[in-house]
């Protein structure tokens, strides 16, 4: 046994002057890359939570508002007192007053070379509820100079629900006043006139001048 070699130490560990004991140095680098891993991860959640509470403070990803599938911020409305939490159906608008087919006097005026046409669109009115007053050829003023389907003529007092009830029988028609004070209506057939609109669209457009719909609900 050498001298170098401690007491009680034999076998490997005997140290003969050519070979010394490995002694292991303590393992540092596993705890130092354990900590840096912890440090990373710590500075990590640090700034995730910075980010939110900035969100927060300028009012994204509150309460406020919801993301809509197409990606833009929607207003969430705010409930009205003791309104339910179900959405309300929408509530119709009512009914509009407007005069009745008959409480319209209509004069037919044939402003094209047709021959009749006046008589045949003054029996159709009449069949349709209308007044039927004066049936003939156009004024001078409108004679052959009527390029539309037609032109409705009434005085400037003439209630302005009269025009659009008329106006539902004739598409693309034109509204204009003159200085007669009674409240009948002059129809004035042009050349592009070929026939009144047929009685059911008429009716249904009738109907819906009548019985306005609700504006559909704005979607995000």
């Given amino acids: 046994m050498s001298m170098l070699t401690p007491p009680g130490m034999g076998g490997k560990y005997r140290v003969t002057g050519a070979a010394y004991p490995r002694m292991r140095r303590p393992r540092r680098r596993r705890r130092i890359v354990f900590t840096v891993l912890g440090a990373v991860l710590g500075l990590a959640l640090l700034g995730y939570g910075s980010v939110q509470l900035m969100n927060v403070f300028r009012g994204e990803g509150g309460t406020g508002k919801h993301q809509s599938a197409a990606g833009k911020d929607c207003a969430t409305p705010k409930p009205r007192a003791g309104a339910a939490a179900a959405a309300s159906p929408a509530v119709a608008k009512p009914a509009v007053a407007l005069p009745k087919p008959g409480e319209i006097t209509v004069n037919v005026y044939n402003a094209t070379p047709r021959a009749g046409l006046a008589k045949a669109v003054g ?10 007053g004066k049936v003939g050829n156009a004024p001078a003023d409108f ?46 057939l042009g050349d592009a006139f070929k026939e009144l609109s047929p009685k059911e669209a008429a009716d249904k457009e009738l109907y819906l001048l009548a019985n306005p719909q609700p504006a559909p609900a704005k979607t995000c």
């Avoid at 029996?123 to 039927?132: M, N």
């Avoid at 005085?155 to 509204?175: I, M, N, R, W, Y």
């Fill in 143 to 188: 004679d052959k100079k009527v390029p539309g389907t037609g032109i409705l003529l009434g005085s400037p007092t003439t209630d302005k629900a009269a025009f659009s009830v008329l106006g539902t029988q004739l598409e693309g028609d034109t509204q204009q006043t003159d200085a007669r004070e009674g409240a009948d209506i002059d129809l004035i």
């Fill in 123 to 132: 029996d159709e009115l009449k069949k349709r509820g209308f007044t039927v």
